[in-house]
């Protein structure tokens, strides 16, 4: 089996992520219970013609596409696998409304096709002419995961040289609406800072897009390997450390390997207790990071999530943001990330330098 | 080639039947499932035809034995119903004796609660529960609650009217590759007013029975199904001494990039997934004994893939049927309902006939089998096209 690389990465996100030469080094703070992308100009990615028809998410995701393949110096690659929680829902949303506001009348396609959550990988195949594997993941918090494990069996198998994957999220009108109305988003604002200490139900919404270009052939610009991957549809607290312990015995490494966890901790009351469990119990004196404060709560926020770690690894550095408990480690080596979202659908991702 | 992709167990519930067996029967007596709409509450029910299943959402909570309040989306009730069938087709009493995943397939997934109470959620409490079963991921969740998965591989994909075929695809991976043991893999969509719509603004919805394949074809009818199969490795199979039914022995899915909806007109997709699946399973194009083709009866698909025949099988075509004539179109369910299909294509050695086809297509002179016809058949070739480009190919066999 052969190994498999990150040899680029690419992140749209509540943060100035889209460029590749900086990393966290200013970190743009919110006080409010949804938070959007900050914009990357995507003229230089996409002709604007085609652009004002595209959905958000699928400027998102072409756009930080064309940014991974760049940094990878290809034009092309043998897959495309995304990961998406809800695809292009304010396409779904428009369509809905229209529906029900005309009584079925007067519909007219072009939301209809963007609202099919494999557009955006569609779109992807579309730009670059790539008529290779294309898949789509649509599992809530796993969808990211999803994709990345899919991506890690082609590469190991050499049924593909390169392969891009991302996870893509967009935000929408009557979908922040209703999640409000059940707390899944906190009826406060909040201080991106304080974000853990609010102490409410819910989380802060976000959306974003990162994508990588994975490979089996290591180059002067990777990032990390990718070490596993595993993913799980159900965990109660108690169990969660025995699974991060066979989990990594199936690598060969103890808790002690580890140099950071990476966790998806989005500061609601009723859920964050799964981090807890682990970085108050195994990984008590593991160097703890965090993220969700900057990019805010989606189903693919784990992308970004891989995003930082890749870029931790590649700097040898720790942004003074996303400490959690203020260890530093002598150096960055392995990263473990951990991400659940309302108690379902656990992850598990190693990293490691290399 | 690698290890032998064992199915031991297959459900289904769709138009034709709610079970595999009446679906068999179905199939062998020609009986459509294709009407008038009479569930959803839409102003098109005189316009359009589909493929609907007979029982209630009531009807499947009570086999479900769901009682008290909960969430269940339509998707969600026939996936449960459909993969609870092939489990207990393949005679698993402990799921989780072995490591088990779940890969399901949805593209309409809680949509249809979506539509129903899109502005009811402000005003009616009651209705909340279903906001947080919107997602695709949701009913595959669900399905696995319902078989008792726990700290399992479980995931969904959605890839329009290729979902399942690429379900099956990857459970077949995973079992390759060792990561499980044992997977369920398939997909579900019930129907809704969203697709329906949607459809219709696409204009390749037929207000008549589909003819796949037919000169005059005039589109697609829209269908709801679940189906589900259960994958085995090789020990599973030979330690719990199983039954298989047929085996998974290639797979392909390549991306036509041509345009978001239409396919091209040489079907550039659909061949080169045809030969890559055929490269997997080690097999030449002369092997294949029969197609189920995706044939949805729109005038692009079905040009788009006959041209794929010719060019993937030349001047030998092997007998090749679509049965959406029966079902429907059942979107991201129907790489799994064709699946079905296949495997008791190959336990009887039958095919089944493309119903409502009167007149070959002028571009070229391809006939697709008409009339039940008994014969040997050791390898079966499963198509599913779909939107965004993506085309994937299966091909099952008597034999690993």
Known sequence: ?354 | MGKGIAITGMGIISAIGNNVEENYRSLIDGKKGISRISKIDTVHKDALMVGEIDFTNQELEQFLELGGSHNYSRSALLGAFAAKQAVSNANITHINSYKTGLVSATTVGGMDKTEQYYYEYFENKEVQKYIEGHHAGDSTQKIAEQLGLHGSLVTTISTACSSAANAILLGARLLKAGKLDRVIVGGTDGLSKFTLNGFKTLMIQSDTYNTPFDENRKGLNLGEAAAFLVLESDEVVQKENKEVLAYVKGWGNANDAFHQTASSDHGDGATLAMQKALKVAGSKSNEIDYINAHGTATPNNDLSEGRAFLRVFGDTVPDFSSTKAYTGHTLAAAGGVEAVFSVLALQHNVIFPNLNFKNPMQEFHLTPQTELKKKKLHTVLSNSLGFGGNCSTLIFSKEA
């Open chain 1, 1 to 354: 089996m052969k190994p498999v690389y990150i040899n680029s990465v690419a992140s749209i996100s509540a943060q100035r992520t889209f460029d590749n030469s900086v990393f966290l080094d200013e970190i743009t703070e919110y006080t409010d219970n949804v938070i959007r992308v900050i914009d990357p100009n995507y003229k230089e990615f996409i002709p604007p013609a085609a652009a004002r028809r595209m959905a958000k998410g699928i400027k998102m995701g072409v756009a930080a596409s064309k940014i991974a393949l760049n940094e990878a110096n290809l034009e092309n690659v043998d897959a495309i696998i995304t990961g998406t929680g809800l695809g292009c829902i304010a396409d779904s949303e428009k369509f809905v409304s229209k529906i029900i506001d005309d009584n079925e009348e007067y519909l007219t396609p072009t939301s209809f096709i963007q609202s099919t959550h494999n557009t955006v990988a569609g779109q992807i195949a579309l730009s670059i002419k790539c008529k290779g594997y294309n898949f789509t993941y649509v599992h809530s918090s796993v969808s990211f995961e999803s994709a990345l494990l899919d991506a890690k069996l082609q590469l190991e198998y050499d049924e593909a040289q390169n392969i891009l994957v991302g996870g893509v999220d967009e935000l929408a009108d009557h979908h922040i609406k209703i999640h409000k109305l059940v707390d899944h988003i906190k009826a406060d604002v909040v201080n991106s800072k304080e974000l853990l200490e609010s102490n409410t139900e819910g989380a802060v919404f976000g959306e974003g897009a990162s994508f990588f270009v994975l490979s089996n052939k290591k180059s002067d610009h990777t990032y990390a390997q990718v070490l596993d991957v595993a993913t799980y549809n159900s965990f109660s607290k108690q169990e969660l450390q025995s699974a991060l312990e066979s989990f990594l015995q199936e690598n060969s490494l103890e808790i002690s390997d580890i140099d950071i966890v990476a966790m998806g901790n989005n500061g609601d009351i009723g859920y964050d207790g799964y981090y807890d469990a682990l970085s108050h119990g195994v990984l008590k004196n593991t160097a703890q990071t965090y993220y969700k404060h900057l990019c805010g709560e989606f189903n693919t926020a784990s992308s970004f999530g891989a995003w930082m770690a890749a870029k931790m690894i590649r700097t040898q550095h720790i942004p003074e943001a996303i400490k959690l408990n203020g260890m530093e480690p002598s150096k960055i080596g392995t990263v473990l990330l951990y991400n659940q979202y309302r108690g379902e659908n656990h992850s598990f991702v190693l990293l490691r330098g290399c």
